[in-house]
């Protein structure tokens, strides 16, 4: 009886946790669906009495009464710098991972301790020094500035996290191949990267996830449509003493949907991962 109580108490806690975490989420969702009516009611309308596209329609510029905003053009910005930053982080990642999990040179452990400290700096702290810098370089404004800020950001993270994924993978394997006429090279490529793939994806992924939700750099650092991302487009929306809420949400909505469907599409990928990455073998 009290192991049932336990479990029960155990349940409602987690329910209340992503209570917390999904409310926000839901009412973005649901504010891009109803109209500026609703959202300003006093007292509040918690579920739209009346559903609408007109928001996403407003913001793409289907409206024959508001001007709409580049959404595509910050979306496009948003897939190149992402996808870059990500497949330049998960190449470097896997060279500096597979380097400290297999080889032995001189500061090892002193490079990897400063490499994870240099993780722990809150990326804004960052956001005056990299500004001054890219100023001097040119580089405001320019989705090369936005996506090297990214890299610096996501390569300390990529590393440890591949590097945990080879260490668990028993050097046997690719001494073995070796012996069998493999090079290093082959002796990784057929068999290491297929058992760390699960791995490697999952640093992709959250290489990825930061870069493409990241705001507080992107908003220093970018100026025009040419370089804005989604996240940083949301200030369209913003005026000396108005905020349109729903198209707010709407464009909120936009960032949202493409993340979702990348976890769906590689949550095997990211489970096998992420479990296999915390089980010694």
Known sequence: MERSWQRWLIRFGIFIVMAIIC??????????????VEVMARPPVWIPERWTLDNFRAILGLSETQQGIPVIRYFLNSLVISVTSTVLAVLIGMMGG??????RFKGKNVA???LMLSRTVPGISLSLPVF?????LGLIDTSIGVIL?????NIPFTIWLIDGFFRQIPLSLSEAAQVDGCTRWQAFWKIEFPLAKSGIASAGIFAFLTSWNEFALASQLTRTTASKTLPVGLMDFTAQFTVDWTG?????VIIIVPALILTFIVQKHLIAGLTFGGVKG
Do not use: E, H, K
């Open 23 to 36: 409310i926000p989420g839901l009412w973005i969702v649901m504010t891009a669906f109803r109209d500026n």
């Open 98 to 103: 597979y380097a400290f999990a297999r080889y």
């Open 112 to 114: 990897f301790l400063w």
């Open 132 to 136: 001054i810098i890219w100023s001097r």
């Open 149 to 153: 800020v990214y890299l610096a950001l």
């Open 248 to 252: 707010m949400c709407a464009m909120a």
